[in-house]
Every structure is written in structure tokens, then in C-alpha cells.
């Protein structure tokens, strides 16, 4: 992420028209950080302020977002602005914090609904609504989930880095367990409320996304101050999903999650073994990217017929070993939206060439494409890098890529065998990625 530092402005409550009219407009959003003496950081004063900024905004105006601090070096309260984050780097930033936080003070407008929030000289902190409801408490997806930072950046738009657009960044916390499930419905419901389609949504258990350059060294706006260890830290499940440059929905997420699909006691119909054909550690500006060639080897282990797609969608779940496998424990997890090339629903008469009929002891094989960053042991794993070391790889195949439900299709097609439409798990594998390997020439 290219790092860019919003203009810092000094200003004075006299010169409240010109800041009203002269802040910057991205699009429809409206994001700056202000800087006012400290003489006149109080909350009548500001909420003067920002009840100004709202009055003045232009009508087409879908979030606001005006933070305002009565020092420039509290910028890091705004975020940290550094690529290289790990919880080292973070814990000595954030000693500088950690006997006193400096005031702050921020308007947060989302659609119809604006509020104010403050953090005085004495550590006070106290929020207030200015219109419609408060827009820090998200009531989505039948969770509730309090927004605890919106970060914003003005990144060029690839392929071709021409043309710069706003990225919203969402930091929530919420008291469930998160997964992507979870947070792919708050990206459309932000997406929604925001007007915005560029969003990102990072959602965590506690208020501490301590890899995430565009989140805070703290958040100023916490009441109660207890910096998690490093094992704290990285064990608590955190999940991201963001809208990528093509318009799809990518998600990872890390520590305890929830794994919907994996198997319980009950054996599965299929069993799916992995073989590596080939593997290549190709150079990047920072690390390496490890990629791995895999052929899937599905076999019927039932004794009766079945009927099963031969997808090649799936997902990755990583993990440091076995045991941290079989506890969910995971490093690293993608999940897609594809684009599943079927034109058209199958039909209800009969199993269609995309699938494969198998008798018992009968299998298909299919080949895969993974690939994962490695090499940079001061990036953690929620970036999307894994550390040096030995990993375990597991992936969770999908066997029903249509929109009409697969359970419509089970009694027309019973003649031909069981429709199986789970997804189906492989049997682990283990890689290695040296801190240092000798990089191949890739295409």
C-alpha cells in the first residue's frame, strides 16, 4: 500500500466559514485531518465545527469523515502509514502512547447519519449523534458490530496506475466469532450505506489491528487501554474482505475460525488425495511468491454410485502443523467470489458432461493452481504473507457451482446415483518456505 498522508491544516474557529468551504472533495467524500490550538479543543467548539462541515457539505456528499487533533504529530492516531507492520514495530509506537493518548476529536458522516466523537485533555471519551443515528453502531447481517476506525487513502487505480480513486477501510469489532461469511456481508451492507464501491472491511474480536497501516497505533477513541501480547494478538481470529480492482470480493482471514465445511465425524463420500507435479519460488519486489502445480485424485469410497462436478473451485486453509489444523488454528485463508464459467443451471433430466458419475472405488482427478507470498518474517500472515518455515495445506474443494439448489436435482437424477454437493476436504499436505530460496525464472 503506497503510503499518503492527508494535508494537515491549522486552524483557528474564526476562519470557520473557509474551512467549511475550502476542505477537499474526493468524489462524493469528504475526508481531511485538521489541526486546532489546544486552547480551543472543546467540545462545544467543535461540535460547532463539525456541525459547520455537515451544513456546508455538497449535496451529493455520501461520507465524511474530518478528523481533528491539536498536534500534527498525533497523526499516527489517524494511522500509521507504515507498509512493514508486525507486532514488535507496533509495540514500539505504541509505547509512546501508552501513559498518555493526546486529544482527538473526529465527525463521521454515512449517509443520513452523522455523529462526533472526542477524546478531551483529561482522557474523557464521549460520542454524540448530530443526525439520524450513530453511524459507529452497525446493526448488519443479524450481528451487531461497533466501527471502531475508518481509515481512507487515494491509491492509483491498477492495471494501468493512471487514475487515482478514495478507498474506504472499515475496522469493526463485534462479540461473535467472525469468518468471511460474516464479513462479505458487511462489505455489501457498507458498500450500500456508503455509495462507495471501492470498501475494505476488517473485522476482529478486540480493537487491535496492529498489521493494517491505515488503522491507528491505538485507537483514540477507546475508553479502556490493555495492549494484547503477541500471542493474543495473533491467535484472536481476524477476517478482511475488500473489493479488488476487477470488482470481485477477495477475503482472508487468520487465527480461530470456524471452518463451516470441514468434516465431522461422519466419513466423507469422497475421498480427495493431493499430488505436487511441480512448485517454483518466484521473485518479488519484497520476498517471493510460492507456487505449487496440484493434481487432485477423487475417489468414490461409498458403496453405492455418485454424481459430483468436477470443479476446480476451491480454498486454502494454512496452517503452522497438524494439530493447529485439526483446532482451526489457521495462518491463512482465501476465499473467492469466482466466476463460474457454466453458462447456464444443468439440466433436470440428466447429469451433464461436468460431472462424473463413479461407481464405488471409480475416481476423477482434476489439477489446481496455488500460491501464497512467503519469505518475510516481519509481515504477519494476515497480509497475506506466511513466515519462513514448515506449513500444512489443506483445501476445500467446492461440488456445486450453480445458482439453482442442488436439492432440486436430487430426485430427477436418483436413477443415476447420490448427488453429493458438499464440499469436500483433501488430505493435508506439508511445504517449506526458506527465508532464502534459490528463485526460479518464472513467466
Not at 15 to 27: K, N, V, W
Not at 80 to 101: G, T
Not at 161 to 172: D, T
Not at 343 to 366: C, R, V
Amino acid at each position: 500500500m503506497r503510503p499518503i498522508r492527508a494535508t494537515l491544516i491549522v486552524v483557528s474557529m474564526i476562519f470557520l466559514p473557509l474551512i467549511a468551504d475550502g476542505l477537499p472533495q474526493h468524489g462524493t467524500v469528504l475526508w481531511n485531518n485538521l489541526v486546532k490550538p489546544t486552547s480551543e479543543f472543546h467540545q462545544d467548539q467543535l461540535e460547532t465545527l463539525f456541525r459547520e462541515i455537515l451544513s456546508k457539505a455538497a449535496a451529493n456528499t455520501s461520507v465524511i469523515h474530518v478528523e481533528v487533533m491539536d498536534d500534527p504529530e498525533s497523526y499516527v492516531l489517524t494511522a500509521m502509514w507504515r507498509d512493514e507492520l508486525n507486532y514488535e514495530v507496533w509495540r514500539n509506537m505504541f509505547s509512546d502512547y501508552e501513559k498518555r493518548i493526546p486529544p482527538m476529536a473526529e465527525i463521521l458522516a454515512i449517509g443520513k447519519n452523522a455523529a462526533m466523537r472526542i477524546r478531551d485533555e483529561q482522557g474523557n471519551v464521549s460520542t454524540k449523534v448530530l443526525q439520524g443515528s450513530d453511524p459507529y453502531v452497525f446493526h448488519a447481517c443479524g450481528e451487531d458490530l461497533s466501527l471502531i476506525h475508518l481509515g481512507m487513502h487515494e491509491p492509483l487505480r491498477p492495471p494501468n496506475y493512471e487514475k487515482s480513486y478514495v478507498s474506504l477501510h472499515f475496522f469493526f469489532v463485534v462479540t461473535v466469532q467472525p469468518d468471511e461469511k460474516l464479513t462479505r456481508c458487511v462489505v455489501k451492507e457498507v458498500r450500500r450505506l456508503s455509495n462507495i464501491s471501492d470498501v475494505n472491511v476488517n473485522i476482529r474480536t478486540d480493537p487491535w489491528f496492529i498489521d493494517e497501516s491505515l488503522f491507528p497505533v491505538i485507537s483514540p477513541f477507546l475508553s479502556e487501554i490493555r495492549p494484547p501480547s503477541k500471542d493474543e494478538y495473533e491467535s484472536a481470529p481476524q477476517w478482511h474482505c475488500g473489493v479488488a480492482y476487477d470488482g470481485k470480493v477477495s477475503c482472508w482471514g487468520h487465527g480461530r475460525l470456524p471452518f463451516s465445511a470441514k468434516p465431522t465425524g461422519d466419513p466423507q463420500p469422497l475421498k480427495a488425495s493431493v499430488q505436487v507435479i511441480h512448485q517454483e519460488f518466484c521473485q518479488q519486489p519484497q520476498g517471493y511468491t510460492f507456487h505449487q502445480s496440484l493434481r487432485v485424485h477423487v475417489v468414490n469410497q461409498t458403496s453405492e454410485k455418485l454424481i459430483v462436478e468436477r470443479s476446480t473451485v476451491y480454498e486454502p486453509y494454512v496452517a503452522r502443523d497438524m494439530e493447529s489444523l485439526s483446532k482451526g488454528l489457521y495462518q491463512y485463508h482465501a476465499g473467492f467470489e469466482w466466476t463460474v464459467e457454466h453458462s447456464q443451471d444443468p439440466q433436470s433430466k440428466a447429469p451433464g458432461p461436468e460431472f462424473a458419475i463413479l461407481a464405488p472405488g471409480d475416481s476423477y482427478e482434476i489439477e489446481l493452481e496455488f500460491g501464497v507470498s512467503g519469505g518475510r518474517p516481519d509481515i504477519s500472515p494476515a497480509q497475506g504473507w506466511l513466515p519462513p518455515g514448515d506449513h500444512v495445506l489443506q483445501l476445500m474443494i467446492s461440488t456445486w457451482d450453480f445458482d439453482a439448489k442442488p436439492e432440486e436435482f436430487r430426485i430427477p437424477w436418483k436413477s443415476f446415483g447420490r448427488l453429493v454437493y458438499k464440499p469436500i476436504s483433501t488430505d493435508p499436505i506439508s511445504f517449506n518456505l526458506p527465508p532464502d530460496p534459490k528463485l526460479d525464472k518464472c513467466k
